[in-house]
């Protein structure tokens, strides 16, 4: 009897731990990272999804919430920042870099990269784009130089042969070209981002050693004379507005213009919107014997204030790594950041990405110290001024110069 007892307890203990291993364990619910950015194209909105989605297969424990801010980006960053509400991942501009860099907002990242990261397949002139006083606080997701686009039925009809491989050849072709097949020979944006190169051509400089505006310098305003001088005496060149369309991809796409200096981004957009289109791509012309260009890219960084920083920086790394690069620039909207990766994908070979990708080394960062707005504003309304005629170069940039420096005195 008794012993028939303890086999019926030690039964039922037996069933009772079986039962108890079958039963599912309380499971530990992911840690959700917000990552912020702007509103891309509809293209670029998918690409990311998936992205996100092949990044959340991998990390089941991560989940990533998108939010997309559309209207005035850098402001709403800012002021999330201070109240503490800010995304744990967000876009960083290399143009809003600096100030952001120098508010201790922001996470270093070099306790996180390890030798495997490979820190060094990136382009060192993006990467140093988000450095400041021997720290790294982003990694660049992408980039664009640029290039010279030229209508090649155009080309053809004047008898050209190749592009330009000096402004003085570009000034020359504009001519042949103005008022054949288009309207004009070159289309031109006034802005500062698309300027600044022709300004450090002849050793000029848009902010000196202490942040000031010191693009009004004798030695920067001969590139911007060139500008000037096509403009009102060649009578070969037109700016977006002259000619009705919104940009200079969309006046050279539509026929108005046979050149303009644009970024990769017009690649896509003139390929799907204008499909009959024959162009092709060049390296910017030189200038004063010099190679130059400029180059646009945006960061990943982290939020100082993120709660879950293991888990952010393992977004940063996935989406800044060689698998995820790929994934986000294999359609070719945008350039990778990673050597490796623009290898693998051959665009050093592509016949229209290639111009883009060889002028990295040459390019001039679109960066322009901690107050850009200031600098960028001031310069673009003087210049477009000075564009139409309406005063000298000279007095207008030194009238946008002490004006952006006022402005950054109360600033800093």
């Known amino acids: 009897m008794r012993n028939w007892l303890f086999n019926f307890l030690g039964l039922a203990i037996a069933i009772a731990i079986i039962s108890c291993h079958s039963l599912p364990l309380p499971s530990t619910p992911p840690i959700t990272i917000k990552l912020g950015g702007w509103a891309g194209s509809p293209v670029e909105q998918k690409l990311l999804k998936q992205v996100l989605q092949d990044f959340e297969a991998q990390h089941q424990t991560i989940k990533v919430k998108y939010e997309v801010i559309s209207d005035q980006y850098m402001d709403v960053i800012k002021t999330r920042l201070i109240g503490e509400a800010a995304p744990d991942v967000f876009y960083l501009d290399a143009l809003e870099a600096p100030f952001l860099m120098s508010q201790n907002v922001l996470e270093r990242l070099e306790a996180y990269i390890t030798p495997e990261f490979d820190l060094g397949d990136f382009e060192e002139t993006l990467l140093n784009s988000f450095k400041y006083q021997n720290h790294l606080y982003g990694l660049p997701k992408d980039y664009s130089t640029l290039a010279l686009f030229y209508n090649k039925t155009a080309f053809a009809a004047a008898g050209l042969t190749r592009p330009p491989a000096t402004w003085e050849e570009l000034r020359s072709y504009s001519q042949h070209l103005t008022g054949k097949l288009n309207k004009y020979g070159f289309g031109i944006t006034p802005e500062l981002a698309r300027q600044a190169y022709k300004i450090k051509a002849f050793g000029g400089q848009i902010v000196d050693q202490n942040g000031d505006a010191a693009f009004a310098s004798e030695a920067g305003l001969p590139g911007l004379q060139l500008v000037i001088d096509q403009y009102q005496k060649d009578h070969t060149a037109a700016q977006k507005s002259d000619v009705g369309t919104n940009s200079g991809s969309e006046m050279f796409g539509q026929g108005k213009v046979a050149m303009v200096i644009e970024g990769n981004w017009a690649i896509p957009y003139l390929e799907e919107t204008f499909p009959q289109l024959d162009f092709a791509t060049a390296e910017v012309p030189r200038i004063n014997n010099k190679k130059g260009t400029m180059v ?113 005195k109360m600033m800093k």
């Open 296 to 408: 646009f890219t945006v960061a990943y960084v982290m939020n100082k204030q993120a709660k879950h920083k293991a888990e952010a920086w393992e977004l940063i790394a996935y989406l800044t790594g060689k698998a995820g690069m790929q994934k986000w620039t294999g359609t070719g909207f945008a350039l990778p950041t990673r050597k490796s990766v623009a290898k693998k994908l051959s665009y050093d070979l592509d016949k229209l990405r290639s111009p883009l990708v060889a002028g990295v080394n040459d390019a001039m960062p679109w960066q322009v110290g901690k107050y850009p707005g200031a600098i960028v504003n001031n310069f673009d309304n003087q210049f477009v001024s000075a564009l139409l005629g309406e005063q000298p170069l000279k007095q207008a940039m030194l009238q946008a110069q002490n004006a952006a420096n006022q402005q950054i």
